[in-house]
């Protein structure tokens, strides 16, 4: 059974950082293109960040770039994502989601966890 | 980056009617055009992939055409449980999504 599972979300200060995690199940990680998509609170959805299969390929939506570090780790199944400068418009559910090719469909997603940035 | 543009942003419909969301790339992206629907709470799941590829499981009053920079997805016979917000994305380039379509019941 395919399963991605979101935790690290929660309620954070402006300028503040927090640490996503996603691990995955029941599909062969490694081989999977793996992004961040986020969803603002009755909003649509937005493209975060993306890895490669094997890690060496990144790209970053101009929103987040220099404030957001996107990894994974194929060994342990997981993917992460380093947020800091946290900003109030970058509020939202995140969602790990993944293809088996760059230029394929997300064909996997998890439940998404919710990032509030707050004072 | 390519802007995806869906129409309309919501509609009203009835069980049984036939249901059209139309998705505009700003440039082409041959068929590199994938359908998701959302329901409130959940996650995204993947009904069309390569503008008109079927995902496995899912009812084939689904279907999904165009290539370029107009696509289609056509819903024949709208069911109960198809009353969600469907989105349009492209895996031409770096990703990007339709602001997408609410399909209500009337």
């Known amino acids: 059974q395919v399963q991605l599972v979101e935790s690290g979300g929660g309620l954070v200060k402006p300028g503040g950082s927090l640490r996503l995690s996603c691990t995955a199940s029941g599909f062969p990680f490694s081989d999977y293109y793996m992004s961040w998509i986020r969803q603002a609170p009755g909003k649509g959805l937005e493209w975060v960040s993306y890895?490669?299969?094997?890690?060496?390929?990144?790209f970053n939506a101009d929103s987040v770039k220099g404030r957001f570090t996107i990894s994974r780790d194929n060994a342990e199944n997981s993917l992460y994502l380093q947020m800091s400068s946290l900003r109030s418009e970058d509020t939202a559910v995140y969602y790990c989601a993944g293809g088996r090719s760059s230029s394929s469909s997300y064909d996997s997603w998890g439940q998404g966890t919710l990032v509030t940035v707050s004072s | 980056d390519i802007q995806m543009t869906q129409s309309p942003s919501s509609l009203s419909a009835s069980v049984g009617d036939r249901v059209t969301i139309t998705c505009r790339a700003r440039?082409?992206?041959?068929?590199?055009l994938n359908w998701y629907q959302q329901k409130p709470g959940k996650a995204p799941a993947l009904l069309i992939e390569a503008a008109s590829s079927l995902q496995s499981g899912v009812p084939s009053r689904f279907s999904g055409s165009g290539s370029g920079t107009e696509f289609s997805l056509t819903i024949s016979s709208l069911q109960p449980e198809d009353f969600a917000t469907y989105y349009c994305?492209?895996?031409?380039?770096?990703?990007?999504f339709g602001q997408g379509t609410k399909v209500e019941i009337k």
């Open positions: 440039q082409s992206i041959s068929t590199y």
């Open positions: 994305q492209q895996s031409y380039s770096t990703p990007s």
């Open positions: 890895i490669s299969s094997s890690g060496t390929t990144i």
